[in-house]
Structure formats: C-alpha cells, structure tokens
T-cell receptor, first 117, second 114 residues
Framework: DAGVTQSPTHLIKTRGQQVTLRCSPK?????VSWYQQALGQGPQFIFQ???????QRGNFPDRFSGHQFPNYSSELNVNALLLGDSALYLCASSLERGASRSSYEQYFGPGTRLTVT | DAKTTQPPSMDCAEGRAANLPCNHSTISGNEYVYWYRQIHSQGPQYIIH???NNETNEMASLIITEDRKSSTLILPHATLRDTAVYYC???????????????FGTGTLLAVQP
C-alpha cells in the first residue's frame, strides 16, 4: 500500500524564482493538504484541495497556489520566492468520501526541503 | 493558534513508559484529541486519536480525563527510536470547512535515554 510521496526531496532556488512541488496521496485518499514547517516550528497549514478545488486556506499570500488533478495528486506552486520561504513543505492526504468522521486521519509524506538563497 | 499546551521537552529512560501530557482546557464537545509525532526531518506520523474514551493501539495509549480538559499519551516501553517531537492537536469531528486542517503547536521533544 503506497503511502504519501513527495518530489523532489530537496530543492535549492534563488530569490525571485518560482518553484513547483508535487505530491501523490496515499492510495484511496481523495483530499490533499499542504503545510509549511519552518525550522524549530510546528507545521503551518497552507491550503487543502478536494475534488480539484481549493477548499480551505491558511494565512499565506497569493504567491502560494496549488492544483489537484483528477487522480487526486497535487502540486504546490510558490512564485517570487523569498528567503523566508525556506522550509520543509509537507503534503498530507486523507479520505473524505464515504469515510467515518470518527476515523478521520491525515497521513503525511516525507516532505520537500526548500532552500532559498 | 494551537488550542493545546504541552511541555517543551521531556526525558525518558529506554524501556520505561513515557507519559506525555497535554492540556486542552477549551476543547469543545465535538472535538477529538489527536497525537502525531515527528522524527527529525521526517513528516509527522499519526499515532492515535480519541473523543472521550481511553484508546489503545499498537503504538500507544491515550488517556483523556473525564472533563476532557487534558490528556496523556503513553508509550508503554520507550525505545531510542521513539525520540521525536510529539504533537497534541484538537480537531472538530467533521468534514470540510474548518474541520480538516490540523493546527500544530510546538509540541514536546521526547528524548529517550539509553
């Protein structure tokens, strides 16, 4: 049973550039959430995608955008990179359609380490 | 903001039980308590969750007080591989809207000592 996968593992970009991170959800899951984790902090919610629509968004600027594909995989795009965007970007997947509310879980991928220089 | 309070760090001897406390004094009746852990530079790993009854699985036990204002995660026989940051999170039981995002605090760094 494939878990959540993310690519690339590591990435180095320069200020002002654009980056795309990719996520494949756990088999059978239909919802993808993205989190940013700065060094020494807990993960911060960026946004969530369900049925190819952004359903919920955290306190992040419009430079952060995303997409969900029909196969439920997802991309996170960040434009005009700033030094402060350096972080571990985590993708988490979950199942909503037909699932029990009491059994809800989010499964996380290993993350993409983005360094902006 | 996170709705939970946890000690920043704890130590535990290998082979002993690790008891990690969490305060969630403002928890609502429809909010579950979730525990995740994050081993250095990896993604968070789901451990356990519960509403009001105590829960146990192959990884840990979750004890929730009767007033639901606090809980304890118990790792019965800690090993060196249990060294990680442990996050306690409360989440509304539902789908969509504001229910599905996890709000992490800074967690408890558990150091298991040999």
């Amino acid at each position: 049973d494939a878990g959540v996968t993310q690519s690339p593992t590591h990435l180095i970009k320069t200020r002002g550039q654009q980056v795309t991170l990719r996520c494949s959800p756990k088999s059978g899951h239909d919802t993808v959430s993205w989190y940013q984790q700065a060094l020494g902090q807990g993960p911060q919610f960026i946004f969530q995608y369900y049925e190819e629509e952004e359903r919920q968004r955290g306190n992040f600027p419009d430079r952060f955008s995303g997409h969900q594909f029909p196969n439920y995989s997802s991309e996170l795009n960040v434009n005009a990179l700033l030094l402060g965007d350096s972080a571990l970007y985590l993708c988490a997947s979950s199942l909503e359609r037909g699932a029990s509310r009491s059994s809800y879980e989010q499964y996380f991928g290993p993350g993409t380490r983005l360094t902006v220089t | 903001d996170a709705k939970t309070t946890q000690p920043p760090s704890m130590d535990c001897a290998e082979g002993r039980a690790a008891n990690l406390p969490c305060n969630h004094s403002t928890i609502s009746g429809n909010e579950y308590v979730y525990w995740y852990r994050q081993i250095h530079s990896q993604g968070p790993q789901y451990i356990i969750h519960g509403l009001k009854n105590n829960e146990t699985n192959e990884m840990a036990s979750l004890i929730i007080t009767e007033d639901r204002k606090s809980s304890t995660l118990i790792l019965p026989h800690a090993t060196l591989r249990d060294t990680a940051v442990y996050y306690c999170i409360v989440r509304v039981a539902g789908y969509g809207g504001a229910t599905n995002k996890l709000i992490f605090g800074t967690g408890t760094l558990l150091a298991v000592q040999p």
